[in-house]
Nanobody, 125 residues
């Protein structure tokens, strides 16, 4: 299984970026995005069931980020709008075999089985 993330870069506060993650040709239970800022632990950003439905976001990105998937090319996306300097981090896409339904589970990095290599997002003030 391979996940390849891309789309990061250096932007100014208020700008937008769209991160992409190409997943190998198979289905999963759930997919998500996490981020890790320098000196900090990896934190949950957003997730959705592979079948679709209600996405779930960490509070700090609600209303600004959107997670979605394109079935045609098996690509996962994280649309990030109104970026802030505190969004600066390495962003990782992830996928889990199980379709966890409780936030206690699907916000934990340990419940994801596959990870992309990460793409750096730097937001300047």
């Amino acid at each position: 299984v391979q996940l390849q993330a891309s789309g990061g870069g250096l932007v100014q506060a208020g700008d937008s970026l769209r991160l992409s993650c190409v997943a190998s040709g198979r289905t999963f239970g759930r997919y998500g995005w996490f981020r890790q800022a320098p000196g900090k632990e990896r934190e949950f950003v957003a997730t959705n069931s592979w079948r679709g439905g209600s996405a779930y976001y960490t509070d700090s990105v609600k209303g600004r980020f959107t997670i979605f998937r394109d079935n045609r090319n098996n690509t996962l996306y994280l649309q990030m709008n109104s970026l802030k300097p505190e969004d600066t981090a390495v962003y990782h896409c992830a996928a889990s075999e199980r379709a966890y339904t409780r936030s206690y589970h699907f916000t934990l990095p340990s419940t994801y089985d596959y990870w992309g290599q990460g793409t750096l997002v730097t937001v300047s003030s």
